[in-house]
Nanobody, 125 residues
Framework: QVQLVESGGGLVQAGGSLRLSCVAS????????MGWFRQTPGKERELIAA??????????KYADSVKGRFTISRDRAKNTVYLQMNSLKPEDTAVYYC????????????????WGQGTQVTVSS
């Protein structure tokens, strides 16, 4: 089992920035993909950004709505994945979840079997 703890959420004005962190612990040797998803009431959880490190180099994927504004990165030594969010918009308001798993389908919610508790991001206009 892998435990995930997110941090870094909060309230920010439109145009501002936040950096989310997700620290993994436990059987971290078993995972080679981590992702950030978000969810708002009444909507399905959606991919924001994901990173995979199986093989040579890292592979990333972003939702079209955040390309050019958000950046996912990882610190292997700290078992931590970050989501740098710039130029935030009110429509980015959501609960952001970190996920981890041994998966190649990094864009699929169902591909992940470890989830954090979520962190609220609120962007005011």
């Amino acid at each position: 089992q892998v435990q995930l703890v997110e941090s870094g959420g909060g309230l920010v004005q439109a145009g501002g920035s936040l950096r989310l962190s997700c620290v993994a612990s436990g059987r971290t040797f078993s995972i080679y993909a981590m992702g950030w998803f978000r969810q708002t009431p009444g909507k399905e959880r959606e991919l924001i950004a994901a990173i995979r490190w199986l093989g040579i180099g890292d592979s990333t994927k972003y939702a079209d709505s955040v390309k050019g504004r958000f950046t996912i990165s990882r610190d292997r030594a700290k078992n931590t994945v970050y989501l740098q969010m710039n130029s935030l918009k009110p429509e980015d308001t959501a609960v952001y979840y970190c996920a981890a798993g041994p998966t190649l389908n990094i864009q699929e919610v169902r591909a992940y079997d470890n989830w954090g508790q979520g962190t609220q991001v609120t962007v005011s206009s």
